[in-house]
C-alpha cells in the first residue's frame, strides 16, 4: 500500500508578510531539516510538498486591488 503524505508550507510560515517579498530562510532551513528527518525516519513513505506564497502574493494582490476581481 502506498502511503503518500501532503505537506503544505504556508506562506505566512515561510515568508515575512510584513516585509514585501521577504523570504525567512532559517524557518525555511529547519523545516528542511525536520522534513528530512521524517523520510529518513520513514523511507517507505511518499511526500508531496506544496507552499504557500505569503509575502509575494499579498503585496502585489493588495496593490492591484485582485479582491476587486472575484
Known sequence: MLELVLIKLGGSLITDKNQPYTARPKIMQQLVGEI???IKQNPSLKFI?????GSFVYQSAHKYNTIKLL
Open 49 to 53: 510538498i506544496g507552499n504557500g506564497a
Open 36 to 38: 528530512n528527518l521524517l
